[in-house]
């Protein structure tokens, strides 16, 4: 299984950026993408995840209502629309997948990690 971020990029506060998972060599039918972030300094934080099975989702309360995350099945990639960005969202953002139906933010559920991609914003 490998997974591939992207996306990253330098952003103003209050602009938008979108990353993008790509997912590949999935051998099961069901499974959990996540999204975390880490900033310098900080740990890393569990902020979105979405299930291959109903697309039902969930959000930590830091982006709740902001970010949007998105799954195409059929391409295999999850998508992270991230409106309204704020100082304290930038990090190195990383996708991660976990097998079975459980939603979670929690990192040890996740067995599989893409490399990261860094989202800046500043003005």
């Known amino acids: 299984v490998q997974l591939q971020a992207s996306g990253g990029g330098l952003v103003q506060p209050g602009g938008s950026l979108r990353l993008s998972c790509t997912v590949s060599?999935?051998?099961?039918?069901?499974?959990?993408i996540g999204w975390f972030r880490q900033a310098p300094g900080k740990e890393r934080e569990g902020i979105s995840c979405?299930?291959?099975?109903?697309?039902?989702?969930y959000y930590s309360d830091s982006v709740r209502g902001r970010f949007t995350v998105s799954l195409d099945k059929a391409k295999y990639t999850v998508s992270l629309q991230m409106n309204r960005l704020e100082a304290e969202d930038a990090a190195v953002y990383y996708c991660?997948?976990?097998?079975?139906?459980?939603?979670?933010?929690?990192?040890?559920?996740?067995?599989?990690w893409g490399q990261g991609t860094l989202v800046t914003v500043s003005s």
């Open positions: 060599g999935v051998p099961w039918d069901y499974y959990v």
């Open positions: 991660a997948l976990g097998r079975g139906l459980l939603i979670s933010l929690e990192d040890h559920y996740y067995d599989y």
């Open positions: 979405i299930s291959s099975s109903d697309k039902s989702t």
